[in-house]
Antibody
Framework: QVQLVQSGAEVKKPGASVKVSCKAS????????MHWVRQAPGQGLEWMGR????????NYAQKFQGRVTMTRDTSISTAYMELSRLRSDDTAVYYC???????????????WGQGTLVTVSS | EIVLTQSPATLSLSPGERATLSCRAS??????LAWYQQKPGQAPRLLIY???NRATGIPARFSGSGSGTDFTLTISSLEPEDFAVYYC????????????FGQGTKVEIK
């Protein structure tokens, strides 16, 4: 069965960086785009960007351009999202989520990780 | 950036009732719209994609309709497990730098 298992909660100081991992299993990792979505406490969902695990190609939401980097390690079927220059309003649960269709970027996400809480506080 | 506006913010209904949720886009997204369900402490779950296609394993009581700027998610008869927050999401823009979600509609037990 498809599973996305994310790394544990993080506490960071303003200005620091955080790197969240997402280990995939139960499907061909390189066959499906991976998205990253975040959710601030009590707020809605915010799409951050996506990576093509096969090519490593990325697209980021304009809001995060210059601060976010999405990478992958195909040898261990793991995707990463690194966010730099953290601010207090980056406090959120960060999700990885697999795209719906094999080898096609649909923009829809059918399998989600359990989420990683990143707290930014001085 | 395309803004999605969901209404109402909260819908108070009883089990067995019909729920009708609305999502309006600030400009046309064709049929490139999805609906997700999220329960407290859980990740979202994809219900509907491309406006009207049910995702795998989604019960038939969930249906989606609409195109252009106006979309509707209908739950024909609410089950206890359907009380949750529902989000719409558009993926119309290309390149995918501005895909957006609505702010959510909470369906609560009356």
């Amino acid at each position: 069965q498809v599973q996305l298992v994310q790394s544990g909660a993080e506490v960071k100081k303003p200005g620091a960086s955080v790197k969240v991992s997402c280990k995939a299993s139960g499907y061909t990792f390189t066959g499906y785009y991976m998205h990253w979505v975040r959710q601030a406490p009590g707020q809605g969902l915010e799409w951050m960007g996506r990576i093509n695990p096969n090519s490593g190609g990325t697209n980021y939401a304009q809001k995060f351009q210059g601060r976010v980097t999405m990478t992958r390690d195909t040898s261990i079927s793991t995707a990463y999202m690194e966010l730099s220059r953290l601010r207090s309003d980056d406090t959120a649960v960060y999700y990885c989520a697999r795209d719906l269709v094999y080898d096609i970027l649909t923009g829809y996400q059918d399998y989600w990780g359990q989420g990683t809480l990143v707290t930014v506080s001085s | 950036e395309i803004v999605l506006t969901q209404s109402p913010a909260t819908l108070s209904l009883s089990p067995g009732e019909r729920a009708t949720l609305s999502c309006r886009a600030s400009q046309s997204v064709s049929s490139y719209l999805a609906w997700y369900q999220q329960k407290p402490g859980q990740a979202p779950r994809l219900l509907i994609y491309d406006a009207s296609n049910r995702a795998t394993g989604i019960p038939a009581r969930f249906s989606g309709s609409g195109s252009g700027t106006d979309f509707t998610l209908t739950i024909s008869s609410l089950e206890p497990e359907d009380f949750a927050v529902y989000y719409c999401q558009q993926r119309s823009n290309w390149p995918p730098g501005t895909w957006t979600f609505g702010q959510g509609t909470k369906v609560e037990i009356k």
